[in-house]
């Protein structure tokens, strides 16, 4: 099991903005996050390395990694 | 001793002394036949002045670049002929919905298309008006002399200004290419209008601000970050889908023109008093009108002219008085009826109206019209 | 809004909010859309700059990208389809001191602005221009553009587009554009930095921005998702310059190049113009 991250990521969505096109989840390298119906949501906060690749990426302004 | 201000000018020249003169430091233009003088003439006037003169790739491009000069603070200004009046409707009428003060002359010449570029014609009246798609504004100027293109020219842009609204500068290529010496005033002798800015915090500042009348203008980069569209928009600049929104909208930027027609008219009335017949008559046409009016006068034949400077808005009132008086209003135009429409419209039956067409490239003379007049004597 | 940790700030996210303009979210892109991820970048890069909003005005036509302006807090202005470059250069040359920023489309840039875009490309204005390019017109539902690839489907090419496309970098550099450059909505910091250079570059600067149309482009030709097509143009269709010579040629078959492709120096349009004042004074 993955060593866990020193301190842990904040990952802040907001769901009035988000679309949920899944570009985030589909482009996370450590499976952090996850569709719930049609918006992102955190299922594993552990894993995230806080590359912030799903914040970059994120279209809708609905999603920040810190 | 010869007068030091009195200079032999051509009519495109003239325009183009107008619009410096009115303070104009923007012209973006393409060539056509016959206005490319005034582009001609302001590539080497406005540097001289600091002002920015440029050659644009074709004639959209120059409506477009006075535009943007125009929101950035530029009295601008565009000019062209027939095929290019008609590429340029679709910023006329950006302009009208994005109320940006700008002035465009068109020189008309034969059309349609290719036309007959070097004859003279007036067929652009109903363009003027109607060009753009939408309803939307006109304010349309008609000079006769050289002299009156100067005038013309610094009203054009008082108006634009004032109204924040393109204005139109309509005369014909005989005009346009005749010379005659005119007496450019001193500075300060004519007044010159510039836009309202606006006085309040940036934060506050509502570009479409319908409380006004005439909302004030800012400028970009003076600290007032506003957004401009051409689609319907709120006071505050961005777009709207509301129907109440957008019909306001729609009507307030024709009734700002439409509540100030009568500051916006501005006819000659030539003998029209005890007149019993009547001649509206426009440009070069009405010097032609002009002359038959005098020969017949001098026959004793009561004949008058009524001379519009503005003729969108179209001049109602004037048009009406007339009709009241006279039994036949002859309306002499280098087009196959168009001005005269309005004439009909106006009249309502209360006098004759009669048209004098000619799409030949020669102007109509003095002798066509005396020769309908007496028909009516 | 749910925040997933209680843990202590320690770097603060980026704050967009500063650039936008309060209560335009959620924008009118559709989900999936890349042009909100170039957005992002274009906003990073503004910050990286160090220019003040005040001093920046952004241009656009018609079309899905050239909605931009309205999201941002700078002076802007909202044009026709294909005359955003016309209206630039009349704000530029009437005020030299704005910084200029074009945004476009395929369609816009490319078919019905054409003649404009070369033209400034030509005069070699200062002006940042970015063109998206989703291969399709998405504003008005899906019809070809001088981008759609061959064989591509859209609602006006049900049989397969015929027609060549139109390479914009290439094309900017032949008209005279002193800076040109190509990214992606999927390699989004380098994006960030390759503006950044573009915008401080003097002259006309280009930058094609290869995003992604799901909504249209995605499911008339079969491809399911947004990232699906990241994948496909973004990521794997696309090669980045530092990397082409050490590439296999089979690796670089039929790939775009990304990144800064071209970089001269050449008189600018306005300081040009302000010689010519001094000239014209002295005459």
Redesign the interface.
Known sequence: MAEPAK???????????C?????CV??CPTNVLAMNGSVV??KN?EACTKCQLC???????AI??? | MADKTKRLLQGNEACAEGALYAGC??F?GYPITPSTEIGECLS?RL??T?G?F?Q???E???I???????????K?LTATSGPGFSLKQ??IG?ACMTEVPCVIVNVMRGGPSTGFPTGPSQSDIMQAKWGAHGDHPAVVLTPSTVQEIFYETVRSFNLSEKYRTPVILLYDEIVGHMREPIVIPEEGEVEIVNRIKPTCPPEEYLPYDDSHEIAPLA?????Y???????NHKPDG??TNDPKLIEKENKRIIDKIENNKKQIWKNEAIDLDDATIGIFAYGSIARSARYAVNIMRDKDIKVGLLRPLTIWPFPEEAVSEMAEKVKVIIVPEMNLGQAVIEVERVAGGKCEVVGINRVDGDPIHPQQIIEVIEKYK | ?????A????????D?DRY??PK????I?????????VL??LIRAIDASGLT???I?M?SGIGCSSRT??YV????????HG?S???????????P??KVIVISGDGDALAIGG??F??TCRRNIDMTILVYSNFIYGMTGGQYSPTTPQGAIATTSRFGNIEPVFDCCDLAKAAGATFVARGT??H??DLEKTILEAIRHKGTSVVEIIDQC?TYYGRLNKLR???EM?EKFEKNGTVSVKQVDKLPPEKVEGKLLRGILHRVERPEYCEE?DK??Q???G?
């Open positions: 301190k842990p990521a904040n990952i802040v969505i907001n769901e009035s903005l679309k949920g096109c899944s570009i589909d482009f949501a955190v906060l914040d970059l990426r994120c279209p809708d302004f920040q990694v810190f | 430091n923007f973006a080497v540097p001289k600091g920015k440029i644009m790739e074709d959209i491009g120059a477009s670049a006075i535009i943007g000069a125009s929101l950035a603070g530029s601008s679709e910023g950006f400028a970009y980069g003076e600290g970050r506003f957004h401009v569209t051409g689609l961005f777009p | 809004m749910a925040v997933q940790t843990a202590k700030k320690e770097r603060a996210p980026f967009y936008l303009r335009k979210l959620p924008h892109w559709c989900p999936g859309c890349g042009h909100g991820i992002k970048s909003k005040d001093q005005c241009v302006p309205g807090d700078f002076n802007t202005l909202h044009t026709l005359r470059f016309a209206y630039a250069t009349g704000v530029k040359l009437a005020k001191e704005l003649n404009h070369i033209h909505s999927y989004c910091q799901p998702s947004a990232t990241m113009y010519l004042i000239d014209a004074k005459k």
